[in-house]
């Protein structure tokens, strides 16, 4: 999966949604995705990195992406049930939606760790992919072959000294991946559901959570971007219910 060669068409027609867009892995994968084929719904939170991403995909002559400025600390059931009836309307389906949006919060003993931290890193990584998965399922289920990929973490499947909310995040993104692969492992929906735990990547999350390391030690976001596009596309189908590596386990 990490030597995997994507065809250039792979995700030609393709409508596929990244959160996170605009930096780190999810500004690379939603360009790989463009660059075989895919029109990408850019979501995130800051709008300015999102649009450089989007002139980006223009310029390289990929199909026109689309911008949703969103951000999950404050965003309400119906601003992404709203969304989703934009998304019924202009494209009519989903083939993809890649969860990759995650903030660190503190790195702290849990008798320490600041409550309010604690609430808000639980609400963006777990709940909010959560509500756009709940939201989204109807649309992903009109596609005739869907991804749907969740960002864990080496601490979401074995959790470490003073990871905090983060690591407990984690486990219930694998949990929510677990849920929902089970619930839609029936051929009729057509979705495979796949947890990705990306390894370490030298991206702005990685720099707050290790700031003594020397980053060039871990691998660039676009280094990953072969098992982003395989899980993705069409070749991982059956692929369904897996907890996933991007790098080999060292
Ligand atoms: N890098 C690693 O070593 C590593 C290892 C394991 C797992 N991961 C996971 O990989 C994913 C991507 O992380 P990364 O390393 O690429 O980090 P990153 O560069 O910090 O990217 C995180 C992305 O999430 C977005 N985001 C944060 N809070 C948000 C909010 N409230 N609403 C909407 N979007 C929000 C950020 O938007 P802004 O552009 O506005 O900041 C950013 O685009 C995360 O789920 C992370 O937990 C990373």
């Known amino acids: ?44 939170r800051t709008v300015s990195r999102l649009e450089e991403v989007y002139d980006e995909i223009e310029a390289a ?3 026109k992406p689309a911008i949703v400025p969103m951000n999950f ?14 998304l ?39 709940t909010a992919p959560f509500l756009l998965s709940r939201a989204m399922i109807p649309l992903l289920r009109k596609s005739d072959d869907a991804s749907m990929i969740f960002t864990s973490s080496g601490v979401g499947r074995q959790a470490r000294a003073y990871w905090g909310a983060y690591a407990v995040s984690k486990f219930a993104v694998e949990g ?5 692969a089970d619930e839609l492992d029936d051929e009729r929906h057509n ?14 999350m990685r720099v707050l959570a290790y700031p003594a390391e020397d980053p060039k030690k871990n691998p660039d976001p676009e280094q990953l971007m072969p098992v982003y596009l395989y899980l993705m596309g069409r070749d991982s189908k059956g692929v369904h219910g897996q907890q996933i590596d991007a790098q080999p386990k060292k």
């Open 176 to 180: 929510l991946a677990q849920l929902l």
């Open 191 to 204: 979705i495979r559901v796949n947890s990705l735990n990306p390894g370490a990547t030298r991206t702005g």
């Open 88 to 126: 019924e309307d202009n494209f009519g389906r989903l083939d993809g939606l890649l969860h990759n949006a995650g903030i660190l919060g503190a790195r702290s003993p849990v008798e320490l760790y600041d409550p309010e931290t604690w609430n808000k890193v639980m609400h963006v990584n777990a």
């Open 1 to 44: 999966m990490q030597d995997y060669q994507a065809p250039a068409d792979l995700l030609k027609d393709r409508i596929v949604m990244v959160t996170g867009a605009g930096s780190g892995i999810g500004r690379a994968a939603a360009k790989a995705y463009a660059a075989h084929g895919a029109t990408v719904i850019l979501v995130g």
């Open 61 to 63: 002559g990929h199909p």
């Open 73 to 86: 600390e404050g965003a309400a059931v119906k601003d992404y049930e709203e969304l989703a009836m934009t």
